[in-house]
């Protein structure tokens, strides 16, 4: 019974705002354990898809305990409980120069209502709280500067491509070809865009060439978790769904291979610019 009302209690309120600039998010955990609970990290799965759009200043994880062990103890587990949450965060393309503290704040003490409701408040006391300050907006200016991705010297688009101003080892960027955030599908306005590009692919029958995918902000260059299947393989799902539409589109499969090129090649500026796909000529023949 104590139980089920605890999940209640979790499920109504799973989110927290603080004023106008912060949203909280509480993660629970079980006696004397740091490992996340699947239950409470679809929960947070939930918060983190919520963020896509927000304008984040810094994320703040405090990780605490119940009133049972040792200080030592308690401030060791809960530093562990902060650090479980924080790589969730890291493998979600969530860029940890956002996270400014991953502490350990150790117990909470046992304030006591009733007798019967011990286990309860101790279930709440074993925790992470998440706090997400939003930065402020700045007032809007008459003229508004829309950032673009940044091009390297070595990255050619689809426009050379048409007029044939490419060679072998050339890489191609696919302008304007984003995916939603921790996922291998494309945003709305890319759509129209990836139809036009596999048009000219399929026009252009003398291009062999390999898609590389990209993700943004994981750490140590890890590939980030798809939270479709919860594998760490987002970057090749996402060559493999160009893959697969530019088959759909009449592309020859013979002509392409896919790859995952994690974060190894980051663009710079935005997040979403380093979710991309390019691809790498590798051989021109005639054209028939």
């Known amino acids: ?9 979790l499920l109504i309120c799973p989110i927290y705002v603080l004023g106008q600039n912060n949203l909280k998010h509480e993660v629970y955990f079980e006696t004397d354990d740091f490992h996340v609970l699947s ?16 304008n984040i200043e810094k994320i703040s994880i405090y990780g605490f305990c119940d009133d049972r062990g040792s200080k ?14 924080k790589t969730v965060f890291s493998n979600n393309e969530i860029d940890e120069s956002l996270i ?29 709280e998440i706090i997400v300050t ?21 990255l050619k688009t689809t426009d050379d491509i048409a007029t044939g101003n490419i060679k072998e080892g050339d890489k191609i960027r696919l302008d304007k070809i984003y995916f939603k955030t921790g996922y291998a599908i494309l945003t709305k ?3 129209p865009i990836l139809e036009d590009i596999a048009d000219l692919l399929v026009k252009e029958d003398n291009l062999y060439f390999t898609i590389q995918g990209h993700v943004c902000c994981t750490q140590n260059s890890r590939d980030a978790v798809n939270r479709k299947t919860n594998q760490r393989n987002l970057s090749l799902a996402r060559a493999k ?15 392409m291979k896919y790859v995952g090129m994690r974060r190894k090649f980051p663009l710079g500026g935005k997040p979403e610019f380093d979710r991309r796909v390019e691809i790498l000529i590798t051989y ?4 028939r």
């Open 1 to 9: 019974m104590k139980k089920t009302l605890l999940y209640i209690i």
């Open 39 to 54: 239950t409470e990290e679809n929960r947070l799965l939930l918060f983190i898809s919520g963020l896509d759009g927000v």
């Open 72 to 85: 030592h103890y308690n401030l060791a587990l809960s530093q562990r409980r902060a650090e479980a949450i």
């Open 100 to 128: 400014s503290n991953v502490d350990g704040k150790g117990e909470i003490l046992l304030k006591i209502i009733k007798e019967d409701d011990i286990d309860q408040i101790r279930g709440l006391n074993r925790k992470v």
């Open 134 to 154: 939003k930065k402020t907006p700045k007032p809007k200016e008459k003229k508004v500067v829309v950032q673009t991705v940044p091009m390297p010297k070595n």
């Open 189 to 191: 306005e890319s759509k």
């Open 241 to 255: 769904f160009i893959y697969n539409y530019l088959i759909k589109k009449g592309v020859n499969k013979r002509r």
């Open 284 to 287: 021109i023949g005639e054209k």
